[in-house]
């Protein structure tokens, strides 16, 4: 089992679960849903949700996705992308992921914790 990571808009995840598959900002426009591993989690909040409120993270299970999931290059890293929807059964699990007051991103505590239980 290999855990990539996804931030999404609480509302789209509130939606997604009612239709049983999520689509995000970008599989319409890019052809694909943007994920993270672990160590890039931090990096891409930071670059592109900067001071956003609402967002979720969700730890999802690449082996349960039932599209193809392809790791590409993105300024000179590996990040895995979702080519098509996202089904809601492979999400093993969504907290909360906010912004501190200086509207940067850290990996929150229970992911820490998490982490720290694994190792």
Not at 39 to 48: E, G, T
Not at 60 to 86: C, Q, R, T
């Amino acid at each position: 089992m290999s855990i990539i990571f996804h931030i999404a808009q609480s509302q789209q995840w509130e939606e997604a679960k009612q239709l049983q598959f999520y689509r995000g900002d970008t599989l319409d426009s890019e052809g694909f849903i943007h994920c993270s591993t672990l160590p890039q989690v931090v990096k891409s909040a930071n670059k592109f949700f900067v001071g956003k409120k609402g967002l979720l993270l969700l730890w999802i299970d690449s082996g349960k996705v039932e599209a193809e999931v392809k790791y590409e290059d993105a300024a000179g890293d590996l990040y895995p992308h979702i080519y098509g929807p996202l089904n809601v059964d492979a999400v093993l699990k969504v907290m909360e992921f906010e912004s501190g007051a200086d509207g940067k991103f850290e990996l929150p505590e229970e992911l820490i914790a998490s982490i720290n239980e694994q190792a």
